[in-house]
């Protein structure tokens, strides 16, 4: 999603986003970028919100503090 989204970002507001972002490039990728101690739960969340906006590339990104 770029480079202003490296923020926390409630979990709601990820599929408009995503969707926001892929009007805009519709060549776009998605890449989550999470902390280690996030649950899988999350990322499938995220990448299920990708699928609905029709982004089937989605990469898992973890990091710690």
Known sequence: LGDV???QVD???VRSLIAQ???ENPEA???V???EQSTA???VKIAD???EVKIY???LVPYAD
């Open 57 to 59: 590339d989605v990469s």
């Open 5 to 7: 989204y490296k923020r």
């Open 41 to 43: 739960e999350k990322y």
């Open 29 to 31: 990728s998605v890449v």
């Open 21 to 23: 972002k892929f009007a």
């Open 33 to 35: 970028r999470m902390h």
């Open 49 to 51: 919100a990708a699928r």
């Open 11 to 13: 979990i709601r507001a």
